[in-house]
T-cell receptor
């Protein structure tokens, strides 16, 4: 079974501080992992995916198969990063399974 | 291109009423899904479709029906609404299985009284 765990419902940091949103997964095969973001009053959109290994808006995420984690990191948080962040997993099937989300607030 | 559209944006139903949430896409994507978003529960998959004429259940299918007669449309039907179905509903599409980006609609906020 596919499962995604985001242990923090809420995360609050100050502007300029580093931020890390945690994501752990459970899947027996080779997972494909994503981070989606939902800004206030906007639809969900893809932030990044592990297969592309890119940095978007200063965010990066590394897949750690040993720890079954895909944590999202940014060295210097900005106020516009305040949003709801969802980690998601697919095992190559049709289903994309989401975690429960972490609400990030970046304080000025 | 409109992308993924959903109607209505808001809806209030009484318990026992039925309604259909509409979802349409113009990206020619084969995969379409319906999710509900509830506080503290994240996004949960209701039903999905891998192509016209093919649908399957997700994590929370009870109380909902779907059909996929065309590539473009994937309506979600509530046969007899219950207060537990109060939620925000999102339709999403994806080009293919696996690591492709999923595109979401703007959502429908449904309240059942």
């Amino acid at each position: 079974a596919q499962r995604v765990t985001q242990p923090e419902k809420l995360l609050s940091v100050f502007k300029g501080a580093p931020v890390e949103l945690k994501c752990n997964y459970s899947y027996s095969g080779s997972p494909e992992l994503f981070w989606y973001v939902q800004y206030s009053r906007q639809r969900l959109q893809l932030l990044l995916r592990h297969i592309s290994r890119e940095s978007i808006k200063g965010f990066t995420a590394d897949l750690n198969k040993g720890e079954t984690s895909f944590h999202l990191k940014k060295p210097f948080a900005q106020e516009e990063d305040s949003a709801m962040y969802y980690c998601a997993l697919t095992g190559g099937s049709e289903k994309l399974v989401f975690g429960k989300g972490t609400k990030l607030t970046v304080n000025p | 291109n409109a992308g993924v559209t959903q109607t209505p944006k808001f809806q209030v139903l009484k318990t026992g009423q039925s309604m259909t949430l509409q979802c349409a896409q113009d990206m020619n994507h084969e995969y379409m899904s319906w999710y509900r978003q509830d506080p503290g529960m994240g996004l949960r998959l209701i039903h999905y479709s891998v192509g016209a004429g093919i649908t399957d259940q997700g994590e929370v299918p009870n109380g909902y029906n779907v059909s996929r007669s065309t590539t473009e449309d994937f309506p979600l039907r509530l046969l007899s609404a219950a207060p537990s179905q109060t939620s925000v509903y999102f339709c999403a599409t994806r080009r293919d299985r696996g690591g492709y980006e999923q595109y979401f609609g703007p959502g429908t906020r449904l309240t059942v009284t």
